[in-house]
């Protein structure tokens, strides 16, 4: 399995050991950034410098701590400084001024500016998402009173955050060379999982169904599952793509639109928001943010005073569930907040994760070997997102039952497509696939996890009692 996975993605493959305490345990780095440095100081034996690689760390991945002094050295002492961070742009309407904000420092955007031949240089690059990761170089554009001009920091260089060209076909070829069982497998490796530490196939998928929003577009999820299983870490901490709250509050301006500062919220700048400890989440106006939500969640638009948005980001509700409550037939929902706990609001959500089929995190599903790495793997699944040739597939194989609810009819398609994508993306056509294949892994779970919703709906409303998901089926299957 390692040589395979060495053989078809060659530099795309490094040594992960997260059972080892070493420099990356200190960092707390996320794993896009980990991996990242794994490839540029690793060699063939996954063996680094810990002195160089520690070095290139302390230069150009500072901490919130070292701000005054990198401010210092650019503002006082005039020096130009180089360092990996997430930048935000703003464009202002009425001036034309860019500016931009590190949100990880704390810099706002109207301490700064970004000159017209910078951005020029760098723009195709900033304007692709709400936060950009990348190599950035800061000046300082000293105040010159006479002229009007306030001191600022400036945007002096950007080079984006991604040592390596993305091939989409070169992804789908290899995967044909992998069993179905070698590519769950290599499926966990890239997300830093053991494969071996799990103990069947359905623990497995559990796992990678929390990757489906990665892969496709506006797919909307709750998960419960008990402490311990992961959650977190893989929604935050894997890829650079997602945005992860735990607990606090929540409002409509940060999630959609703020009216006083005229800027989109984070549904505009990420691939899937993730609300975790969703029964300890507050909100600054229930009924407010349940709208809002309702019209996103149905057609991805959402309307905020004048201004109505468009965005491809999906939601993810996550909590934790206590032992008795593990069952799909009784009432599983009680504690969910009053925003959530609500059929209309359910018929939004496309899927159910049984998050207690997923086994609580221990040393030995912590991955310890050769494996994909999580940085290019992650953005393999974001430039999957608009890949239309998957729901074509789907949409050609499965059979819709005469008077299907089409929210559900929709809801399974969407989770179809996602598991598709994930498990089969060399499939350009329905004759690349093998139908039994499609049914297992992709029909079978979509109608599976939309079920569950279903009757967790009839639970809170006895407008949906008893009204079960219909019997999908694939072409050429009974």
């Known amino acids: 399995m390692v040589d395979k996975l060495k053989q078809c993605f060659g530099e795309m493959v490094v040594y992960k050991n997260l059972n080892k305490t070493n420099i990356f345990t200190d960092l707390k780095l996320p794993s896009f950034m980990r991996d990242w440095l794994l490839k540029r100081?690793?060699?063939?034996k996954g063996e680094y410098d810990t002195t160089e690689l520690a070095e290139f760390v302390k230069t150009y991945l500072p901490r919130k701590d070292d701000w005054n002094a990198i401010k210092n050295r650019v503002v006082i002492e005039g020096e130009r400084v180089k360092f990996l961070a997430k930048i935000a742009i703003?464009?202002?309407?009425?001036?034309?001024?860019?500016?931009?904000?590190?949100?990880?420092?704390?810099?706002?955007?109207?301490?700064?500016?970004?000159?017209?031949?910078?951005?020029?240089?760098?723009?195709?690059?900033?304007?692709?998402?709400?936060?950009?990761?990348?190599?950035?170089?800061?000046?300082?554009?000293?105040?010159?009173?006479?002229?009007?001009?306030?001191?600022?920091?400036?945007?002096?260089?950007?080079?984006?955050?991604?040592?390596?060209?993305?091939?989409?076909?070169?992804?789908?070829?290899?995967?044909?060379?992998?069993?179905?069982?070698?590519?769950?497998?290599?499926?966990?490796?890239?997300?830093?999982?053991?494969?071996?530490?799990?103990?069947?196939?359905?623990?497995?998928?559990?796992?990678?169904?929390?990757l489906l929003p990665f892969a496709e577009k506006r797919l909307n999820l709750i998960e419960l599952a008990p402490r311990g299983t992961g959650k977190s870490y893989l929604f935050g901490r894997v890829s650079r793509f997602g945005w992860l709250s735990s607990g606090g509050e929540i409002s409509r301006a940060k999630m959609f639109y703020d009216m006083s500062r005229r800027t989109e919220g984070l549904v505009?700048?990420?691939?899937?928001?993730?609300?975790?400890?969703?029964?300890?989440?507050?909100?600054?106006?229930?009924?407010?943010?349940?709208?809002?939500?309702?019209?996103?969640?149905?057609?991805?638009?959402?309307?905020?005073?004048?201004?109505?948005?468009?965005?491809?980001?999906?939601?993810?509700?996550?909590?934790?569930?206590?032992?008795e409550q593990m069952n799909v037939n009784k009432p599983m929902f009680e504690k969910l907040s009053v925003v959530f706990k609500n059929a209309t609001f359910l018929d939004r959500i496309h899927g159910f994760i049984i998050g207690w089929n997923i086994p609580r995190m221990n040393d030995n599903l912590k991955i310890n070997g050769w494996a994909l790495n999580s940085e290019y793997f992650c953005s393999i699944l974001h430039e999957l997102r608009d890949d239309s040739t998957y729901r074509a597939i789907v949409d050609t194989l499965v059979v819709v039952p005469d008077k299907a609810d089409t929210r559900d009819t929709e809801a399974v398609k969407r989770v179809a497509t996602a598991w598709l994508k994930l498990l089969f993306p060399h499939a350009k056509t329905v004759n690349d696939l093998d139908i039994s294949d499609f049914e297992r892994y992709c029909l079978r779970p979509a109608v599976e996890m939309r079920g569950i919703i279903k009757k967790q709906q009839g639970f809170l409303d006895s407008e949906f009692k008893d009204k079960d998901i219909p019997s999908f089926h694939s072409q050429g299957e009974s």
């Open 90 to 210: 703003e464009i202002d309407v009425r001036t034309t001024e860019i500016s931009f904000s590190l949100p990880d420092f704390g810099l706002r955007n109207r301490e700064t500016v970004i000159e017209p031949y910078v951005w020029n240089s760098c723009k195709n690059t900033l304007i692709k998402g709400r936060e950009i990761w990348g190599m950035l170089e800061l000046g300082y554009r000293q105040p010159d009173d006479s002229m009007g001009i306030e001191g600022r920091i400036k945007l002096a260089g950007f080079k984006p955050f991604c040592p390596y060209t993305i091939d989409l076909d070169y992804y789908k070829d290899a995967r044909k060379e992998f069993a179905i069982n070698e590519w769950l497998d290599a499926l966990l490796g890239a997300v830093d999982y053991n494969a071996g530490g799990y103990k069947d196939e359905t623990a497995k998928l559990a796992m990678l169904s929390r």
């Open 268 to 323: 505009s700048g990420n691939d899937f928001i993730v609300l975790d400890e969703v029964q300890s989440i507050s909100f600054a106006d229930a009924d407010e943010i349940r709208s809002a939500f309702y019209g996103y969640m149905e057609n991805g638009v959402f309307t905020v005073g004048n201004h109505e948005g468009v965005a491809d980001a999906g939601i993810i509700l996550c909590g934790n569930i206590d032992q």
């Open 41 to 44: 100081f690793a060699n063939e």
